[in-house]
């Protein structure tokens, strides 16, 4: 599996950004799509997912409301719309993948930079 994040930059407060990943490798029928993010000196952290078949959602709750994840199957991508952006989401954001059936994400792209200004 290659995921490849794109659409990260630098922005201010309260404007909206929206990163894709591309998702190649197998078809990804039953498996599950997510964006995590790690902010300098903390922990990775779980953004949101989406299960590839029904684009079912789960978000953290402190993006909920502001950020909006989608998939495309015929393009095999999958955008995170993210509004209302606000200092604290500044992270490199990851895109990721799972089979259904595993618990972990365990195919990861590399990241990219979004930095959220005051």
């Known amino acids: 599996v290659q995921l490849q994040a794109s659409g990260g930059g630098l922005v201010q407060a309260g404007d909206s950004l929206r990163l894709s990943c591309a998702a190649s490798g197998r078809t990804f029928t039953n498996w599950v799509m997510g964006w995590f993010r790690q902010a300098p000196g903390k922990e990775r952290e779980f953004v949101a997912d989406i299960t590839w078949n029904l684009g079912s959602t789960k978000y953290a709750d402190s993006v909920r409301g502001r950020f909006n994840i989608s998939r495309d199957k015929a393009k095999n991508t999958v955008d995170l719309r993210m509004n209302i952006l606000k200092p604290e989401d500044t992270a490199v954001y990851y895109c990721?993948?799972?089979?259904?059936?595993?618990?972990?994400?365990?195919?990861w792209g590399q990241g990219t930079l979004v930095t959220v200004s005051s």
């Open positions: 990721a993948a799972r089979s259904s059936a595993s618990r972990n994400f365990n195919s």
